[in-house]
């Protein structure tokens, strides 16, 4: 099995930058793939980003602000979140599956338990 731990989140103001980690542990592979979400109080899990293989995917509302990294030698995903709006208060959760990544949530097989961002305006 994998566990996933988020860390990173806090209380930023609008405009500033945190980085989120997610540590992977257990049987990880480098072909596991993995992405963020986050949902919001009172909304929906949404997807944020995917990075599988070298190729990220971003959902539209975080395009040029945030960015998604591996580094498969630490099973650490991480996500660069830059630029931040009050609407991306959210919790924050890591995902991996065995496969490629995808922004499909329902796909993912292992979550964290999310990490809190907050954004004040």
């Known amino acids: 099995q994998v566990q996933l731990v988020e860390s990173g989140g806090g209380l930023v103001q609008a405009g500033g930058s945190l980085r989120l980690s997610c540590a992977a542990s257990g049987r990880t592979s480098a072909n596991y793939g993995m992405g963020w979400f986050r949902q919001a109080p009172g909304k929906e899990r949404e997807f944020v980003a995917t990075?599988?293989?070298?190729?990220?995917i971003y959902a539209d509302s975080v395009k040029g602000r945030f960015t998604v990294s591996r580094d498969n030698a630490k099973n650490t995903l991480y996500l660069q979140m830059n630029s931040l709006k009050p609407e991306d208060t959210a919790v924050y959760y890591c995902?991996?599956?065995?496969?490629?990544?995808?922004?499909?949530?329902?796909?993912?097989?292992?979550w964290g338990q999310g990490t809190q961002v907050t954004v004040s305006s």
């Open positions: 995902a991996a599956r065995i496969g490629v990544g995808t922004t499909f949530q329902n796909l993912y097989t292992y």
């Open positions: 990075n599988t293989w070298g190729t990220t």
